[in-house]
């Protein structure tokens, strides 16, 4: 009895149920679990369940025993967010600062984030939305989302799919080997957007009083425009370069030997 | 064999002749009249040693196998999926080499290629176990 009693305090984090400074940056570190931190404005921390931790300097580090399946961090939105887990899920959501969430086997949900966002996710699915601060993501074999998103882009896949939906970024990044590459985007100033697959497909659809310069890089035949108020300039059997207006975003859009296709948002 | 034991196998036959009697009938009847049975002693000996190697053996592996099915699984899967992924480049990087490099825009999907994949192995660095 004893020893559990002494078990159950030094299992105990100090710091849960107090406030934690804006300046801090919580570490979760699990071999397999689903981790779940929720930041809320004026929250305190609420390690569910009780878990050890240690603090030094600004970060709080909290590392899950292997056998807990389940772990819920409640913190204020302010602080900074690193989550690491082996095999297992990661849900992070409501944080204004910054965020890195990296998954070896596992889904990673990142939502309402204002910092800058780094995601992982080897065998797993990434699914981003309403950040607003720059995105690295990079997954392998699955799906890539990134949904509303303000800041810069730059994403990376191997055979899975990434789709950038309602993405408002002065420059974008989005690479793959072999898989599709789906961009429904809009600008907020000059910058580049550069999307490139080997063997796949690139589909980029921008709003109608979007300007541009852009270069279609495909095999011939295998690129397509379907918009209004272009001029295009075929500059080799692979290269057509599309403009509309004056400057504006300059996109690089390329597949070796698939499909690329710039579209009007409808 | 040592003469004293050829003596009392020799007795424990007795003076019939030998080559009519069923070899088991021989064989108990020297276990009889010798009373030492060495190798029947031997032989359980070597049983017992050989069963006691394989229960340990089986243990071990027993051990082995639980520890592998409840021990992380993950690692070893992200190392398969980043192996087949830097596979599936590199295939694209040799069928490109049957190209003509010389050709600016084969040249430059190879380089794209290369970049991938330093790209994919600066972003899932092997982790251990």
């Known amino acids: ?266 | 064999m040592s003469d004293e034991l050829t003596r009392r196998v020799r007795d424990a036959l007795g003076p019939g002749r030998t080559s009519q009697t069923p070899p088991a009938e021989l064989w108990s009847r020297i276990a009889a009249g010798t009373s030492l049975l060495p190798r029947r002693r031997f032989l359980d000996l070597r049983f017992a040693t050989t069963g006691l190697a394989a229960a340990t053996l089986l243990v071990a592996v027993g051990i082995f196998v639980r520890r592998r099915g409840v021990e992380s699984p993950a690692p070893h899967a992200v190392q398969v999926v980043t192996i087949a992924s830097l596979e599936s480049i590199d295939a694209a990087l040799s069928a490109l080499r049957r190209d003509s490099a010389s050709v600016p825009r084969v040249a430059d999907e190879m380089l794209f290629l290369a970049r991938m994949r330093a790209s994919l192995q600066s972003d899932f660095p092997q982790r251990s176990p």
């Open chain 1, 1 to 266: 009895m004893i020893a559990l009693l002494v078990a159950a305090a030094s299992a105990a984090c100090p710091q849960n149920g107090k406030d934690l400074p804006p300046t801090t940056r919580l570490e979760i570190a699990a071999q397999g679990a689903l981790v779940t931190v929720r930041g809320a404005a004026g929250a305190k921390l609420a390690l569910k369940p009780e878990l050890d931790c240690s603090m030094v300097g600004n970060v709080l580090r909290v590392v899950v025993p292997d056998g807990t399946r389940d772990v819920t961090a409640d913190v204020p939105s302010a602080i900074a967010v690193s989550v690491t887990v082996q095999r297992g899920n990661i849900e992070i959501s409501g944080i204004n600062g910054n965020v890195m969430a990296d998954v070896g086997a596992g889904d990673v949900q990142i939502s309402r984030v204002n910092g800058d966002v780094t995601a992982r996710s080897a065998v797993g699915t990434l699914h981003l939305s309403d950040i607003a601060g720059r995105i690295d993501a990079a997954a392998q074999n699955n799906e890539l989302r990134v949904t509303r998103a303000r800041g810069d882009v730059r994403v990376s896949n191997v055979s899975g799919t990434t789709l950038l939906e309602a993405v408002q970024a002065s420059n974008i990044m989005a690479t793959t080997v072999t898989s599709e590459i789906i961009c429904t985007c809009s600008p907020v100033g000059p910058g580049i957007w550069e999307m490139r697959t080997h063997t796949g497909a690139v589909r980029v659809a921008v709003g109608r009083n979007v300007e541009f310069v852009a270069t279609l890089d495909a095999p011939p035949n295998a690129s397509r425009v379907d918009m209004s108020g272009v001029s295009q300039q075929t500059e080799d059997k692979r290269k057509v370069t599309v403009v509309r207006g004056e400057g504006g975003t300059r996109m690089l859009l390329s597949s070796f030997s698939g499909g690329v296709f710039l579209l009007d948002q409808r």
